[in-house]
T-cell receptor, first 113, second 114 residues
Framework: NAGVMQNPRHLVRRRGQEARLRCSPMKGHSHVYWYRQLPEEGLKFMVYLQKENIIDESGMPKERFSAEFPKEGPSILRIQQVVRGDSAAYFC???????????FGPGTRLTVT | SQQGEEDPQALSIQEGENATMNCSYKTSINNLQWYRQNSGRGLVHLILIRSNEREKHSGRLRVTLDTSKKSSSLLITASRAADTASYFCATDPLGGGSQGNLIFGKGTKLSVKP
């Protein structure tokens, strides 16, 4: 049973470009969470999705950021018109229904130049 | 201010010693979880303690929870160089509105010297 997969592992974008980060949850997990981690900081919750639904996006910036978890395929975190302040590690985690243990992916390190 | 704050921020010990990390939080919780993160990697779940539990063990790990003081501690006994990592506590707030919206502290950086 493969763990949570994220790709790409490293992503470099110039200011103004778009970044697309992908997350495939563990098999059988229908809950996906996205977190952002700045250097030397803990993780900050961004958004919680179930298949085809955004459940909680209270941690996500109102502009330029969007997330989806379609019926088929991975969850996508999309950042439009990236700025230097978006440089961070982005982690997704998945959870089985009824469980409390989140399984984290290896993260995508986004660098905006 | 931040829910889930660990102290110390950094801890350096010799192999074989015990390491104790503390976490304080502000709101009522469903559970509290500890995670480990090796440099440049994702997080690994270590242990979960529910709000009605006071102590839990898993191998060389011992976690305590004091809901009256809103604090938790993680003890790693007989530490090894491989325990070198950052350790985070994360709280699942009561009435948080959505399942699993964890709130992380900034972590404790543990360095175990051989």
């Amino acid at each position: 049973n493969a763990g949570v997969m994220q790709n790409p592992r490293h992503l470099v974008r110039r200011r103004g470009q778009e970044a697309r980060l992908r997350c495939s949850p563990m098999k059988g997990h229908s809950h996906v969470y996205w977190y952002r981690q700045l250097p030397e900081e803990g993780l900050k919750f961004m958004v919680y999705l179930q298949k085809e639904n955004i459940i909680d996006e209270s941690g996500m910036p109102k502009e330029r950021f969007s997330a989806e978890f379609p019926k088929e395929g991975p969850s996508i975190l999309r950042i439009q018109q990236v700025v230097r302040g978006d440089s961070a590690a982005y982690f997704c985690a998945s959870l089985a229904t009824g469980s409390y243990e989140q399984y984290f992916g290896p993260g995508t390190r986004l660098t905006v130049t | 201010s931040q829910q889930g704050e660990e102290d110390p921020q950094a801890l350096s010990i010799q192999e074989g010693e015990n390491a104790t990390m503390n976490c304080s939080y502000k709101t009522s919780i469903n559970n509290l979880q500890w995670y480990r993160q090796n440099s440049g990697r994702g997080l690994v779940h270590l242990i979960l303690i529910r709000s009605n539990e006071r102590e839990k063990h898993s191998g060389r790990l011992r976690v305590t929870l004091d809901t009256s003081k809103k604090s938790s501690s993680l003890l790693i006994t007989a530490s090894r160089a491989a325990d070198t990592a950052s350790y985070f506590c994360a709280t699942d707030p009561l009435g948080g509105g959505s399942q699993g919206n964890l709130i992380f502290g900034k972590g404790t950086k543990l360095s175990v010297k051989p």
